[in-house]
């Protein structure tokens, strides 16, 4: 399926009752469990990797520990001390951007631009922020150096997760994505506009619209049926 294969249908129901997405890699299975709004995890080769992790989007007393925990930006939707402490044992790995390190004492910091390996999964921060939409003239709901996206490597496959951010010129110079998350909450990140024309320069596999709020993403759908080599899925990411 456009290089991709898909073992399980999307439907499927990870732990939790969750909706889960199953996908061959090289080196084995990886399973893409969401949650709501920016908050999912991955299993692969027996460990868990939880991305903003939030109490408000799930049980995450029931959900299983994490290995290491990525954290894209300081905004409570996003860091959520109670959701990291129900998932974390003591060699969890705690990883943020300069901002979440500031605030939340234990997490590594990863600067726009670093690349680093935890527990043998290979992570890069992509820079995250706003060009448009701004809290007050000149003021921008994500300013640029405060949050990270992350791209990490399971095998022969590459997964992004933008984190809260607009089409910025990094994320369009990307290359070889396998599966992408790119938001669409407004007013604080992208328009499905925005979405598309970002998809359309750095050709994601696939697509999954996440953090999406009230923005109908049946309409990034619509914007990007022409463009064979994106595939684009929706799940239950408001």
Known sequence: MRGLALILSGTALGQGGLPTDVFETASGELRITFVGHGSLFFTFQGKVIHVDPVSQYGDYTAMPKADLILITHEHRDHLDEKAIGSISKKETVIVGSSAVAEVFRGAISMANGDGKEFLGLKVEAVPAYN????????????????????????????????????????????????????????????????????????????????????????????????????????????
Do not use: C, W
């Open 131 to 238: 060009l448009v939409h701004m809290r007050s003239p000149g003021v921008p709901y994500h300013p640029k150096g405060r949050g990270n996206g992350y791209v990490m490597t399971f095998g022969d496959k590459r997964v992004y997760v933008a984190g809260d951010t607009e089409n910025i010129p990094q994320m369009k110079a990307l290359r070889d994505i396998d599966i992408a998350f790119l938001p669409m909450n407004l007013p604080y990140t992208m328009t499905p506009e925005m979405v598309a024309d970002a998809a359309r320069a750095f050709r994601p596999k696939i697509l999954y619209p996440y953090h999406y709020g009230d923005t109908d993403p049946q309409r990034l759908v619509e914007l990007l049926k022409d463009v064979q080599e994106i595939e684009v899925r929706v799940r239950p990411m408001r």
